[in-house]
């Protein structure tokens, strides 16, 4: 009898083990699909409403670490142009699988870029992107964020691609290993860059120039996309061509349209050959160094369970429990597309190319520099997400921005291709700063100070420098008039115009500046941003009832459709916008007419489908309902935007996913909170969709360790009528605090 005991204390010990260890290795990247987004909308709210959706989701299938320097893709189309990303699905053929700086879900453009091929045929013109191309397979399930593999038929070779932080690796397979050939080309639309085999050391190196749009079109960004690849076999021929001009025994190109060089090998009837490459902001000897470090072998199948690990362990960050298979997709593959921007610069050694076409290399000591801030979009709802799942990677972003303000002399407005922009509007690298500042987010806030205030108070005094893309688009006029009179036009901005929205956005950005003002003592700024932060009243027109153009004489415009996309606001209309006062919603309720007032006027704007999802101006709208006391309203809108903007399938995003803010409003949205205002240590509540979430959190950042969010039920046909944290009731709202702790929150549902 005692040794049965034993026994079955034994097995229960076993079991609880293998229980436990099978719960750890939990595989979450099992729901990550990374075409979700790349072809033309084919969502619920797409298919009711087709003309209101942009085309795509402009994600690309990214196999990547997150946040890394280089992503890589296959490629429909050759160009770096601007607005075209390097996949769409549906797109018949294939030109290549490229490493791409491409901003994911934006219309923005690609920038120092290459491009591989696996072919079997040599023939003149074959080289070309055009006359290579051919139709593609996917192999079944075999697209994740750490692996892909894609089948041509037309030359029987199989691709597969795995990565690192700064590096790809690919195993090629020839079914038919006849002139096993790769071709990589450097894709210049300017007919720019450079490539050399160098045989002696059995690689192909070279780089990309990048180029500025916006602010500076055209002018050179003052870094390149270096690369260097390294082949498992002997190099047995090789050749580069130019254009048309394809020449056999070459070793290099350079400043000409359409460079590029090939190399064949021998590989026997095993047909595989591997190849890894290097990539970097700085140099070709840093593109090997980064690839020396990240991947010193030749075993692609550790590489690949790395990323997988990487991306597991990162997706765990967030626990879920219930829901159902697509819920569980749409959620995973939100928050992968969350965890791609903004990207790494720095190289292994901490070399990263200085900003603002300062060609000097500089060195990050004691942090990991990044670029591509889709500041307009992000601070919203994806950075506040990094915040809490990516704190590490968070921090250096913040550090990053206020780097970028030192060596350039001005916080940048929308930092890509590492300089200022100036585009879209507000100033939310300050709206960034704070909100980190607000958590307790250790870094020199007194130098990021500095330059907030400056870009809060100031305009730069040489016209070039404002041109170029420095300071607040139209800030003397703001500080003159307490708006942006129609009369500025602000001819010096990408977007033109769009007065009322800066006006709207600037005030925020005061109100976020202020917060740090009064957390450091400077009592004379607080004030004066304070009162600035109302700035937003000066443009509502009472006798319209919304936001609308005003002339420096203080009269309105006649212009003016409540509905309809008028000059002096973007990407929207005079409603969208006026909802947008997130600091102060309290004030927004009075200058609508109360409580009720605002109510029904929201209530009407919901319930025509007047709200817009697939642009950012709108995503703190639903969580508005709180601010009356209908908690049941905003629930409702949640949950009917994240079963109607997002889906399944390539076509499962209805906008731009704009480097992840619309996957990151899915993110929140679906745990059931939302962060309306940045800097403010708040998240308004609505519901989750799934039974259970467990936020995992980093212990540096975050004693409590974890914050778990937990319903009677995982069913979305009823609404929760009441919310507990810790036990105690509370209304739908809760601070950054109570997630720091260790705390519970629980939505009760009536009987």
């Not at 010990?13 to 979700?36: A, G, H, M, R």
């Not at 120092?112 to 399930?141: A, C, D, I, W």
């Not at 929140?668 to 936020?695: D, R």
Request: charged share 20%; proline share 5%; aromatic share 14%.
């Amino acid at each position: 009898m005692n040794i049965l005991r034993f026994n079955l204390f034994l097995a229960a010990i076993v079991l609880l083990l293998t229980s436990c260890k099978q719960k750890e290795e939990k595989n979450y990247i099992q729901f990550v699909d990374p075409l979700i987004g790349t072809a033309p909308a084919s969502t619920l709210a797409a298919k009711q409403n087709p003309g209101d959706h942009v085309d795509n989701g402009q994600t690309i299938p990214a196999v990547t670490a997150p946040f890394g320097m280089t992503q890589w893709t296959p490629q429909t189309y050759t160009s770096e142009k601007k607005c075209l990303a390097p996949f769409y699905y549906g797109t018949k053929n294939l030109q290549g699988f490229r490493a791409t700086h491409w901003t994911s879900g934006s219309c923005v453009q690609d920038y120092g870029s290459f491009t591989v091929f696996p072919t079997s045929v040599t023939n003149n013109f074959s080289h070309l992107p055009k006359q290579r191309e051919t139709m593609y397979l996917y192999n079944s399930g075999n697209a994740s964020p750490a692996y892909s593999s894609v089948h041509f038929p037309r030359y029987n070779i199989i691709t597969e691609i795995t990565a690192t932080k700064r590096a790809g690796f690919f195993r090629f397979s020839w079914l038919l290993p006849e002139n096993p050939t790769i071709i990589i080309d450097v894709n210049s639309d300017e007919g720019e860059g450079f490539i050399k085999i160098d045989i002696e050391n059995q690689e192909i190196v070279g780089y990309n120039p990048v180029h500025r749009i916006y602010n500076g079109v055209g002018k050179p960004a003052g870094f390149n996309g270096y690369f260097v690849a390294k082949f498992d076999k002997e190099i047995v021929k090789h050749g580069t061509y130019a254009g048309t001009e394809y020449i056999h025994g070459t070793t290099e190109q350079s400043n000409k349209e359409q460079i590029g060089a090939y190399a064949t090998f021998d590989l026997g009837d095993a047909g595989i050959l591997k190849l890894k490459m290097g990539t970097s902001f700085t140099s070709i000897e840093n593109a090997r160094k980064n690839l020396e470090v990240e991947i010193p072998d030749w075993d692609f199948e550790k590489t690949k369970m790395e990323l997988e690990d990487t991306w597991n362990s990162q997706l765990a960050k967030i626990d879920i429990e219930g829901g159902t298979n697509d819920e569980l997709t749409k959620f995973y593959t939100a928050l992968y597309h969350s965890l791609i921007h903004p990207r790494l610069y720095s190289d292994v050694n901490g070399d990263y190319p200085g900003f603002n076409g300062d060609s000097t290399i500089h060195k990050a000591n004691g942090f990991e520099y990044y670029g591509d801030f889709s500041n307009w979009d992000i601070y919203r709802a994806q950075m506040p997400l990094l915040s809490l799942i990516a704190p590490d990677e968070y921090l250096n972003m913040v550090k990053s921005l206020i780097v970028k303000a030192e060596q350039g002399d001005w916080l940048p407005i929308f930092p890509m291709w590492n300089s200022y922009t100036s585009a879209m509007i507000g100033d939310h690298s300050s709206s960034i700063i704070a909100d980190a500042f607000m958590k307790g987010f250790d870094f020199d806030i007194e130098k990021a100070y500095y330059y907030m205030r400056k870009n809060a108070f100031e305009s730069p005094k040489n016209i070039e420098d404002y041109i170029d893309g420095k300071g607040r688009r139209a800030i003397e006029s703001y500080l003159e008039f307490g708006y942006i009179p129609l009369e500025d036009e602000v001819p010096e901005a990408f977007h033109k115009q769009e007065q009322v929205s800066r006006t709207l956005e600037y005030a925020y950005n005061d109100w976020a500046v202020a917060q740090v003002a009064e957390k450091l003592g400077k009592t004379e700024d607080f004030n004066e941003l304070s009162a600035r932060a109302l700035n937003y009243t000066n443009v509502f027109n009472p006798e319209k009832g919304w936001v609308c153009g005003r002339f420096g004489d203080g009269t309105f415009t006649d212009e003016f459709e409540a509905t309809k996309n008028m000059p002096y606001i973007t990407e929207g209309t005079p409603k969208h916008y006026t909802w947008y006062v997130p600091h102060d919603v309290e004030g927004l309720i009075e200058q609508i007419g109360g409580k009720e007032k605002f109510r029904h006027e929201l209530n009407l704007f919901i319930d025509n489908k007047e709200y817009w999802h697939g642009n950012e101006p709108s995503h703190q709208i639903p969580y508005l309902f709180n601010y009356v006391g209908d908690w049941e309203k905003t629930q409702e809108t949640v949950k009917n935007l994240l079963n109607t903007e997002y889906g399944v399938g390539p076509g499962g995003l209805s906008g731009n996913d704009d480097a992840g803010q619309m996957s990151a409003w899915y993110v929140f949205g679906a745990m059931g909170f939302y962060p309306v205002c940045p800097g403010s240590n708040e998240y308004q509540l609505s519901s989750p969709i799934f039974k259970k979430v467990t936020l995992n959190l980093d212990k540096k950042y975050y004693p409590g360790e974890k914050f778990i969010i937990d319903t009677q039920t995982n069913s979305n046909k009823k609404p929760f009528s009441a919310v507990k944290l810790n036990g105690k009731i509370i209304e739908p709202v809760i601070s950054h605090g109570d997630i720091q702790k260790r705390g519970k929150l629980k939505f009760l549902q009536e009987e």
